[in-house]
């Protein structure tokens, strides 16, 4: 069974940092990218950050230079540091992981991230 358990939300003041962490069972997880996505409330999920198997990373414009994105293949964990928050980046962060060529792709359950002005 496939799981990506994401952890580290919690609600922070604007300006502050969060890390999230997602860890991953029951998939090689060193052949997957993953990513990050949120979606905030009444709006749709969006993708905000990727490394690939193979440590290509990617941002979406909003999170560059304040996010940053990593993995450890060895605890099948990735992480999500946050700085600099603005309550903009208030939404529910989801763990996504998929395999290049694949069509099957797995998400976590989520962990909600609050940043008050």
């Known amino acids: 069974q496939v799981r990506l358990v994401e952890s580290g939300g919690g609600l922070v003041q604007a300006g502050g940092s969060l890390r999230l962490s997602c860890v991953a069972s029951?998939?090689?997880?060193?052949?997957?990218?993953i990513g990050w996505a949120r979606q905030a409330p009444g709006q749709e999920r969006e993708l905000i950050a990727t490394?690939?198997?193979?440590?290509?990373?990617w941002y979406e414009d909003s999170v560059k230079d304040r996010f940053t994105i990593s993995r450890d293949d060895a605890k099948n964990t990735v992480h999500l540091q946050m700085n600099n928050l603005k309550p903009e980046d208030t939404a529910i962060y989801y763990c996504?992981?998929?395999?290049?060529?694949?069509?099957?792709?797995?998400w976590g359950q989520g962990t909600q991230v609050t940043v008050s002005s």
């Open positions: 029951g998939i090689t997880f060193n052949r997957y990218n």
């Open positions: 996504h992981g998929d395999m290049t060529g694949l069509p099957h792709d797995y």
């Open positions: 490394i690939t198997r193979g440590g290509i990373i």
